[in-house]
């Protein structure tokens, strides 16, 4: 009974040490439609135990987070692997310089408390869809210049919506994500984390509320 007993325990350490703590910190980009719990269902399929913790606002940019200070507080009491920030598809220089600057302070402190800095990469509105270069531009500067991991979902994005199959990644607004879209971000994100998970593995069953049949393919041929 004992060994029994030992047994579940060790398994259930293993399943806690291999977890995956992240904080996603950003504005309605990333709460719409939950983007987090997204994530976190995408990976139980693969058996991995994501947790996730969200700091979002509307309209917030990382400067904005950074000046309100709970960012500095949540990444110095709860151990976070990584901490992935958004904002604004930030095209424009005042955008670039923002992503650029105010990651670099919270590369500094993530560094302090062993956390991974992550950026996601957004995607402009349907409105500025011309800005697209410079929205993945600047984002990769970014990561390059703050020694910071990037998720590149704007880069997914364009690609989908290139080849104008299945359900758009716009929501009604033409700004933020769709379910589709969100879903997108999510495997992204997941993909960057577990790089070597298939994604083909991956039941079409498990994630249709949030895609279609055609657009589940499309994404998962151009992020795995």
Known sequence: MKKHFLFLFLIALSFQIHAQKLLLVGNSLTYTNDLPSILEQIATVYGKNIETEMLCYPNYAIVDHLAEGKIQ?????????????????????????????????????????????????????????????????????????????????????????????????????????SKTGSFLAAVTIFKKIFPNEDLNELSFEKVKKWVNKKSFKTILKLVN
């Open 73 to 177: 507080q949540m990444i110095a009491a709860n151990n976070y692997d990584y901490v992935i920030v958004q904002q604004g598809p930030s095209s424009q220089e005042e955008g670039r310089k923002m992503l650029i600057d105010a990651g670099k302070q919270l590369s500094v402190f993530t560094k302090k408390h062993n956390s991974i800095l992550a950026y996601y990469m957004v995607w402009p509105s349907k409105r500025y869809y011309f800005t697209f270069d410079k929205v993945i531009a600047n984002h990769i500067e970014a990561a390059q210049k703050n020694n910071a991991l990037l998720f590149p979902v704007g880069t997914y994005w364009r690609q989908y919506e290139a080849q104008q199959k299945g359900t758009s990644l716009y929501g009604a607004d033409q700004f933020h994500p």
